[in-house]
């Protein structure tokens, strides 16, 4: 069972930096896809960045030349925010799937990303 543990959330002013760190532990999946979705009040849940293991990344445009998505490792993920802006105020959730050798998908808990003065 692939748990993840998301970390790295917290108050910071406009302008400022947060890294959000997700790392999956259990079962091993060597091809997978990891990203950082977000919900903010009243909106929906949507992606903001995806690293796959082939080494194909995607960026959603509100976040491109600030966010930057990379991984340690097959099972470990990292968001680095810069210059973030009040509207990047969201719970931040990590995503795990995989479809080789079959389908899984497992969701972290959030971490909550203010951005306020």
């Known amino acids: 069972q692939v748990q993840l543990s998301e970390s790295g959330g917290g108050l910071v002013q406009p302008g400022g930096s947060l890294r959000l760190s997700c790392a999956a532990s259990?079962?091993?999946?060597?091809?997978?896809?990891m990203g950082w979705y977000r919900q903010a009040l009243g909106k929906e849940r949507e992606m903001v960045a995806t690293?796959?293991?082939?080494?194909?990344t995607l960026i959603a445009d509100p976040v491109k030349g600030r966010f930057t998505i990379s991984r340690a490792d097959a099972n470990t993920v990292f968001l680095q925010m810069n210059s973030l802006k009040p509207e990047d105020t969201a719970f931040y959730y990590c995503?795990?799937?995989?479809?080789?050798?079959?389908?899984?998908?497992?969701w972290g808990q959030g971490t909550l990303v203010t951005v306020s003065s």
């Open positions: 259990g079962k091993m999946f060597t091809v997978n896809r």
């Open positions: 690293s796959t293991t082939h080494g194909t």
């Open positions: 995503n795990f799937y995989s479809d080789y050798p079959g389908y899984f998908e497992v």
